[in-house]
């Protein structure tokens, strides 16, 4: 991609990446959503991370449902093709565009009720089939752009902004997403992009379906007093259980492996996470810990961020489909049709 | 005692060679289809046309099931409901069965248990399969797998079979499986001896061999149409397993197996989804479509009905993907296992809002081929869904069609599809800019180039792909939507007209009304009221369509379902009056055959002389 | 310096009292949606006839946003795409909002950031709002909120309101939040003092009070129908969040904590399911009116395509159930915050293979209502589902219409429903049995006898109900459905009809292009072009339709969409030539105006004269 | 219901229940299944619960999706209306039926395919919304109707009939459900009637969504070697970790409570459960407890069965959204319209 080689020096002074591309490349359209959405700073996060991956704009591919948080795809990353489909059904879009290319960097962003709603069956399924794509579940507890119901994920006891409380129980993705055998499972906070940015770029580093759930307040309908998906609560409750540290795969050399609390674990593309455990005796590789930690701290009103389970050993769509390594949409036609003789061939089988 | 069949039945003393009907009633799920399919193979083999229809219930095992096979030496294919002898394996349905033999015929049962025969005119042919079976064979499986491959011994006798045409089958079947192959032998052997012994063979059905079969295949339409999209160089498919559209990913993946595995790796070239559903499968496929494959999705309509928003989605953003709709008795879940043309309005105008989509009608299996085809090549020429609508007659039957050709200077139609180079000769990319009138745009495919990113979305857009929520610009991409869906009646496959001299009155029909309509063309010219038959194959139709009817009256849309959907596509797409247009409609779920169209335009010429 | 904009303003010297329209322009999520209701009550509480269309983004904070308001004395109340007056709170939208004034009218803005103005034609009425707000207070948030109670202030004087009827609405509506009431009272009298002191009020368009809306009351279209729910007794509702559909549901969800409380226990009367989509909606509105509620499901386009399977499965295992399509602009998510009637086809035909239902098509709120209540009476009687077509136009945007009236004579017609004592009538109960020949059969609720027991299935079945895969058996219920919704039509509302004096020329159209045509055929008979106007209210349609195409010509088939989807039904369902219906569309998202009709009439008149 | 109270003697010589009716009675038209399904067997034990439980058969409603596990409402209770829908969606059909009428007892029939591919999302969400009624999974791991193709809970390595062996990990329905917080979770083997009747009757005793996941090979395309869901894998893989006991109501005053490993739960009925423990120290209170217990027996081969989990302090639907106690079809219309004089009061809120 000879383009991508002359690096773009449009804007001097701000700091370039490996492919001499500056943030602002990774930037979209000037996001509409309301000031102060917690999905606005996930973009960011999003930007700071493709840029620092130095990843070719055009080699990203965004795919999105309907929402608030669907519609975030069009702020970043403009020199990306962008797919915003229909609602809470972008995984099996995706599945099929990763299927026919699978040379791209896939990001999914999709919200509570894109995912956990009408598309609860489709993210299962997403997951199982382990699609190779970071799946960025923006969860504000409500349907925004339909102006605040409570969304699946909608917390007991959580108050509408007309004071009435939410009585059915939430459907917790990350329980949800390790029941259904996901092999990269994260939680994190649109307010903490320290935290954030890391764990995206593992997810983009994992080979599989990377869920990543950020807790996302909607200021307009979900960030009121009594709401348990608000900025306040959150920041308040927020407990980090594993702390994220990406290490990509040029500096990975240099990388020391098992020191203390620290677990390094290789991805399969050879970039390096380090896992630091700030609760001892946290395993991220056990499922099972893992859910009952989560439970137990939720008890206590606390909610578990960071990488929580990692399974690096799983494998991918396309491993289990036995795909050819070139994507599909790169084969000549000739390697696709066996041609008139082998027609004749063939026929014989239906006589 | 010796029953000599002929003579006690007058009504058919004529001789039948090469012309007649037979039906085997069994219980599903005890191993009859490789008999009958054995049948069907050996007259084939022995040159003659023949058709068989399964008529099997929605149901895995116990039911009653019928399997019925037309010889014609003529090459007629479509089902008839006149069966001159019928092999009565299922208690069950007995009397049923005795019913539907056709005056002077026979009716062939197991006379382990004896049974009174209720008709005069019909001659029994009592055969203890079951005895003669359980003699031979010791496991309790065997015995009952045995009873079909006997019959087909005792038919080898009656209808004068080759036996070394079903020795061969038989041998390239179990070549390797030496036990089963000699139990067949000996079960077939059995069958035989007993008809030689005890009746006079051949009756006046039988099979003489011919030499029409030579450059034929006995092929179902789901297995050509997934040669169809292997051959078209399709990469995804995505299917939700459904009666009668399974086979079609069945055999698409069978021929994958063989002909797309890189050599050294042995890896796949194609990639198969089992989705969870059919709305997963439409997004597989649209957004394998979006990313660049040619990709498709069989289904039913079930399956039509919930990919309905996605349609729409694929509709307004020019997305290219092809669905295959596999009728079956509807509405809901209707009638899996038997036939109709009940989804043409649907699939016409899938999903809310202004829509409209290209249609394709096959035939028969050799169409399914050939349509399957040009439906990927139309899809990615018009960036739009295309629609194959065949049916389970169609799809899960077999048919004796001409051998399929291939011309390797075939090359995907791609459409529009810019490339760096492309984007270099541009001051700026819009995706949904109509540069040259024809109602198409340029799409780029995403990882090829940054200058071609766009961004792809259901909700309104101007003609710069922006979002927009303004009228005009709006309308704007609506309005050439609409022209773009009109250019494309032009770009189909033509509409087939078969003429007979003379002729005023005209019958337009589609798919897999064909073969029966072409059989009562004949006979009706014999009868001196000869008719001109025009076929559709694509919607929107071409003008063609209207100029047919305009020069033919009466007018009669044939077609397989309640409403006359095809006679309502017609009235709302062409400028013809409706009035024009009389209805003649089968829709029990049973094929059409010639006697629906005979008699009902006959019946429909007494009510208003034309 | 005192502009008088009586003089720059010839075009419009001439006296405008009670007939005029403005536009506010804003940015959405600032709070002028509350500012905007005010000034529209407090002009219908003068006694005026006045509409409101509110223009909003698919977005909730930041986009500009536009709220019409139509003072009519006469009582139009279609939308006008003209405009005396444009209050202009967005700059982002100053120019475009400038451009949209009629010659000679004004622009009123925010003068605390001067603007140059660039139309001649124009008088630019300058208050520095956010000045005097800044002035007057001090929380951000109010400062913001009160520019908009402002710009109602400067209204006032320029259109000389009823400052008493505003006080009366703030008090009623702040009375208990003191603190708030002052600030708008103030907020008030600011805007108000300042255009006293600086302008020539009131402007020679201007309010003047009638009399003509003391049986009248202004309400949307959606909490219309969720009355007609209440009061026909629906027990039942599913729903799943979706533009412009959610204010149905919301507006019964306070009904019912207001009129479906237990007395004792508090508990609901009701069960209002919030789904997780819309096929989960579907699903359980068909169970509830399965197990005998009147059950109901309000959506908009993207959720009937998903709803297509459970649509057949209704139809044809007869299961009585009210779907409310609240269109907005398609296809696919389209522009939800946009108006159009593209759903016709899709509604009629939903789901594959051969169905048909029953649609209804309200005009306005006042309808909205009646027609909701008459749904119900007709899916219990028909046994099938009805859908209710309304529009975002309608369900979302204040219509002032005539007192909504109430027999407590009404009793809902359950159809046929048997009860113990009915089946002790029966020999043996069969679901499916048309015992009288109107097509319709008797069926049970579950839980109430033993002897009503019944299988429901959507798969085939005989017309007692049992499980059938045999043609005869399978035709002769599909046959009986198709005559039941025949027999539909009579029973539908009948089409109403407004005739001028000498007409030939007709139009026929139908729900919210009402106003619009009625405001139209006015102008149209005064300039000597009358034409005859009948509004379809139902589909299957009735006899009386086609009757009046026949007895006029030209017929202009006037609707808002694409394709002209309610010319197509005519087509399709009646016996008129299509060629005799001249389709006239307007599908740009906004509601129609008189201008499209008179325009669009005169103009195809000189293209071929009638 | 007088028709009710006086016993039906059509068939002498059998045993009759407390409404006078013999098993007999609660049977429906003869299966059309394979001979063998396991899908028989649980109609079998369903007659015999309903029969045990003295229900009046036309106060049951059976509903179904699509499938042959969805056909057997059909051969049972054919006093019972019954509702056969579509594929995958039976409970939001059924979630409207109790909406309408909490009166009836309700028990579902569903497959793998229908509950867990197609109708995963409906599925999870009868379980959020806690419909009061049994819902019986017959869990074969195949399409059984659509001829053995393989379902969501197909497990890694089972081999279809022809040999493939699946690859994508399975979707176990156990696990889920009690992520998206099942009240009721059991699981057990169409073979084993003595252990799946007490299951069946407490699941009708529970208030709420009583999940039942019964193994029920399908002897046509999964019953055969190399597939994990055939009679003989379940058979020898089957470990019992409660055994559960039902004390219908008017016994349950003399059921003795806590004695030994024995812990009885009271029914919202009033009936009693009594849970033994064969696995000791199990937990059926404990969500995590169960999951953990549950992967540790499947790491080693095992499949555990009983009543996994039951949790009787739950809200049911109705609860939730204050319905009153008498079934909504049954409201006389005068209760539902507020009539013209409220009309006319309410509309000057319009003016
Ligand atoms: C089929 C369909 N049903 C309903 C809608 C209306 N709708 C748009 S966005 C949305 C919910 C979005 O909620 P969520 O996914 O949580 O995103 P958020 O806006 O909260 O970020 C709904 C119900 C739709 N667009 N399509
Ligand atoms: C919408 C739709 N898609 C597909 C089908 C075809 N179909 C019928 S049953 C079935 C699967 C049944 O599997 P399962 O639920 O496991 O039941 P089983 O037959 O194994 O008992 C499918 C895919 C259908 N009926 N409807
Ligand atoms: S409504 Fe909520 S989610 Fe949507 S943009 Fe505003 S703050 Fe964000
Ligand atoms: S196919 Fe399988 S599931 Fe279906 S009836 Fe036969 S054994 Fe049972
Ligand atoms: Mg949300
Ligand atoms: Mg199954």
Chains 1, 4 share one sequence.
Not at chain 1, 102 to 107: D, K, N, P, T
Not at chain 2, 34 to 52: D, E, W, Y
Request: hydrophobic letters at 40%.
């Amino acid at each position: 991609m000879s383009f991508i080689a002359k690096p773009k020096v449009r804007h001097p002074g701000l700091p370039t990446n490996a492919l001499g591309l500056t943030r602002r490349d990774y930037e979209g359209s000037m996001s509409t959503l309301c000031a102060g959405c917690g999905h606005d700073s996930i973009t960011a996060a999003l930007i700071r991370t493709f840029f620092e991956l130095d990843l070719p704009p055009h080699r990203i591919a965004k795919m999105s449902g309907i929402g608030c948080s669907s519609k975030t795809p069009t702020y970043f990353v403009k020199e990306a093709h962008g797919f915003n489909s229909v609602h809470g059904r972008m995984p099996s879009v995706a599945s099929g565009a990763i299927a026919a290319n699978r040379g791209l960097v896939y990001v999914g962003i999709s919200g509570d009720g894109d995912s956990l709603s009408i598309g609860l069956g489709q993210f299962c399924h997403g997951i199982r089939r382990n699609i190779d794509m970071l799946y960025v579940l923006e969860n504000n507890g409500v349907y925004g752009l339909t102006k605040g119901q409570f969304s699946a994920s909608a917390d007991i006891g959580s108050k509408s902004k007309r004071g009435e409380p939410n009585l059915q129980g939430p459907i917790d993705p990350v329980p949800l997403a390790l029941a259904v055998g996901a092999t990269f499972v994260a939680r994190s906070f649109s307010g903490d992009k320290e935290q954030l940015v890391p764990i995206l770029k593992a997810g983009i580093a994992h080979r599989g379906f990377a869920f990543v759930d950020v807790i996302s307040p909607c200021v307009t309908f979900n960030d009121h007093e009594g709401s348990t998906k608000s900025y306040a609560y959150t920041r308040e409750r927020n407990l980090e259980v594993v702390q994220t540290d990406f290490v990509p795969l040029r500096a990975a050399i240099t990388a020391e492996y098992e020191q203390g609390a620290v677990t390094a674990v290789t991805m399969h593309d050879g970039s390096v996470v380090r896992l630091r455990k700030v609760a001892e005796d946290y395993d991220p590789s056990d499922r099972e810990a893992v859910l009952a930690y989560l439970r137990e701290r939720q008890e206590v009103g606390e909610v578990a961020t960071g990488l929580l389970y990692l399974d690096e050993a799983g494998h991918d769509f396309h491993d289990m489909s036995g795909t050819v390594d070139t994507p599909l949409v790169d084969l000549p036609y000739e390697q696709l049709c066996p041609g008139a003789a082998a027609l004749e061939e063939l026929q014989e089988r239906f006589r | 005692m010796r029953v000599d069949p002929g003579l006690s039945a007058a009504a058919v003393a004529t001789d039948r060679t090469n012309d007649f009907a037979l039906k085997i009633a069994t219980v599903n799920g005890t191993g009859s289809a490789s008999a009958n399919g054995l049948l069907m193979q050996s007259i084939f083999r022995m040159g003659v046309p023949v058709t068989g229809k399964n008529l099997f219930p929605s149901n895995i095992q116990g039911l009653p099931t019928w399997y019925e096979i037309r010889v014609s030496g003529e090459g007629y294919t479509a089902r008839t409901p006149e069966f001159d002898l019928i092999v009565a394996m299922n208690a069950a349905t007995y009397n049923r069965d005795l019913a539907d033999v056709r005056p002077g015929g026979w009716l062939l049962y197991d006379s382990t248990w004896p049974w009174e025969l209720a008709r005069e005119d019909v001659t029994l042919l009592g055969v203890p399969l079951a005895r003669l079976c359980n003699e031979a064979f010791a496991a309790p499986r065997e015995r009952l797998l045995m009873k079909n491959i006997a019959y087909v011994g005792v038919l080898s006798a009656l209808l004068d079979l080759d036996r070394d045409a079903i020795a061969t089958l038989l041998t390239q079947q179990y070549g390797r499986k030496k036990a089963l192959m000699d139990s067949n032998f000996q079960a077939l052997e059995l069958g035989h001896a007993y008809a030689a012994e005890h009746f006079a063979c051949p009756l006046p059905i039988r099979v003489a061999p011919l030499d029409k079969t030579a450059d034929r295949i006995l092929i179902d339409g789901n297995t050509a149409a997934a040669l169809g999209c292997l051959y078209a160089g399709a990469t995804v498919a995505a299917w939700y397993p459904i009666t009668p559209a399974t086979s079609l990913t069945d055999a698409f993946t069978a021929f994958c197996k063989q002909y797309r595995r890189e050599p050294d790796t042995n890896k796949a070239r194609v990639c198969i989804v089992q989705a969870e559903d059919e709305l997963s499968a439409a997004g597989v496929a649209i957004g394998a479509g979006w990313a660049g494959a040619r990709a498709f999705a069989p289904t039913s309509g079930p399956g039509i009905s919930l990919m309905s928003e996605f349609v729409g989605l694929a509709y307004y953003a020019e997305i290219p993907v092809v669905f295959f709709d596999v009728q079956r008795t509807g509405p809901s879940t209707g009638m899996p296992t038997r036939t109709q043309q009940g989804d043409l309005l649907l699939c016409a105008y899938a999903s809310h809002g202004d829509t409209k989509h290209i249609l394709l009608f096959p035939a028969d299996p050799e169409e399914c081929f050939y349509l399957s085809v040009a439906a990927f090549d139309l899809a990615e020429r018009f960036q739009t869904p295309v629609f194959v609508l065949s049916d389970l007659d169609i799809g899960m039957n077999d048919w004796v069609v001409p051998r399929l050709r291939w011309d390797d200077a075939y090359r995907p139609d791609r459409g529009k599809v810019l490339g760096p180079a492309d984007l270099d000769r541009l001051e700026t990319f819009y995706r949904y800019l109509d540069v040259d009138g024809d109602g198409i745009c340029a799409r780029t495919l995403p990882g090829v180039d940054p200058r071609g990113a766009y961004f792809t979305r259901g909700s309104g857009h101007n003609k710069l792909g922006a979002y927009t929520e303004d009228a005009p610009d709006y309308v704007e991409v609506m309005d050439r939507l609409a022209r773009k869906l009109t250019g494309a009646a032009a770009a189909l496959p033509a509409p087939v007209v078969r003429e007979m001299p003379g002729a005023r009155m005209g019958v337009v029909s589609l798919g897999g009304c064909n073969a029966a309509i072409l059989e009562a063309q004949d006979e009706m010219a014999g009868r001196g009221m000869p008719f001109d038959y025009m076929r559709v194959r694509g919607f929107p139709f071409a003008s063609a369509v209207e100029e047919f009817i305009a020069a033919h009256d009466p007018v009669f849309v044939i077609e397989q379902n309640r409403d006359g959907q095809l006679r309502s596509l017609l009235a709302l797409e062409t400028d013809v009056s409706k009035a024009r247009l009389r209805s003649l409609k089968n829709y029990g779920g049973l094929p059409l055959s010639r006697v629906h169209v005979v008699d009902g335009i006959t019946r429909a010429l007494e009510e208003v002389p034309a």
